[in-house]
């Protein structure tokens, strides 16, 4: 069984042009990225940005010089890949509906209920923290990898953390009140 | 609500699910890697082939600007570059005409030959 700390050799196959290699990359990583891309977007746009986003890491193979994890430099292109297309969908809406589109992503729910209601939780969110809420408190990456992830400063990923999960117990606490 | 709770509830729902890897999905990747192999392909053969046009214009118009200075043709052609404007946009038009319904009649789209791409074999075995 290959270790994480095989990903540089077989990135550096890859990016010579070994296409075995870089299945093995694609098989390593693929669920994590999928997961967070489907959270962010719903599974069906996550699963497509996920392929553009292993099409990106097969092309730009080159420029990974070892510069923190290789996951974390995956996750890096689809998020930034997740960001492009939320801006060509914004753009599309405020075509179509006159500038009234929702700031807020729509995303796809999930079958279950419990992933239904985390999923309407994060609709409440803007995407920066709801990527960041999905990296640090989902998939436990460091609030320093998340950062180099999302391509923003620490102190920036530490905020939006505290101010989604802010708005998160003041919705729950609404609810909460509305029950009684 | 309690922030333990909260952190605990987001860490529980917001974990990826283990499961086995998908070779599906990485059939999918690897489809996309060779439809993007093969749009490079059909671009830069387009280019190639823009490029040559191009070339075979400026061929032409120099030709024509020569012969425009011939005694033997100046009686057909106004004098200066707008008189021979209007016979060269004519021969332009009639080589792009010629060249664009060659490369319709001969050229094969992608997606005849992606039947018979790379996954095809890996896909059944």
């Known amino acids: 069984m290959l270790s994480a700390d095989d990903d540089g050799p077989l990135n550096a196959r890859a990016a010579s042009g070994d296409r075995a290699a870089f299945q093995t990359l694609v098989l390593r990583h693929e669920a994590r990225l999928r997961a967070f891309l489907g959270r962010l977007g719903g599974t069906a746009s996550g699963d497509e940005l996920a392929q553009e986003t292993f099409l990106r890491a097969w092309l730009r193979a080159g420029d990974y010089r070892g510069q923190g994890s290789y996951a974390a430099w995956l996750m890096g292109i689809g998020w930034r890949l997740f960001l492009d297309d939320a801006r060509r969908e914004r753009r599309r809406n405020a075509l179509w509906d006159g500038g009234g589109a929702a700031d807020e992503l729509a995303i796809t729910p999930a079958a279950s209920e419990a992933t239904l209601d985390v999923n309407k939780l994060l609709g409440l969110l803007l995407p920066q923290q709801r990527a960041a809420i999905i990296l640090c408190d989902g998939h436990g990456w460091s609030h320093g990898e998340a950062a180099q992830i999302m391509g923003v400063p620490l102190g920036t990923v530490k905020s939006l953390i505290l101010r989604g999960k802010q708005r998160l117990r003041a919705h729950l606490a609404e609810i909460d009140d509305d029950g009684r | ?125």
């Open chain 2, 1 to 125: 609500m309690d922030d333990d709770v909260l952190d605990q509830m987001l860490a529980t729902a917001l974990a990826p699910i283990p499961r086995a890897a998908d070779r599906n999905f990485v059939l999918a990747v690897e489809q996309r890697i060779a439809e993007h192999a093969r749009y490079c392909a059909e671009r830069r053969r387009h280019m190639a082939s823009f490029l040559a046009d191009g070339g075979g214009l400026l061929a032409l118009v120099a030709g024509l600007a020569v012969l425009s200075r011939l005694p033997l043709f100046a009686a057909f052609i106004a004098p200066g570059w707008l008189g021979i404007a209007s016979p060269l946009t004519l021969v332009a038009l009639l080589w792009l005409a010629a060249h664009s319904s060659l490369r319709i009649s001969t050229s094969s789209p992608i997606s005849r030959n992606s039947k018979n791409g790379p996954h095809a074999a890996s896909s059944g075995g």
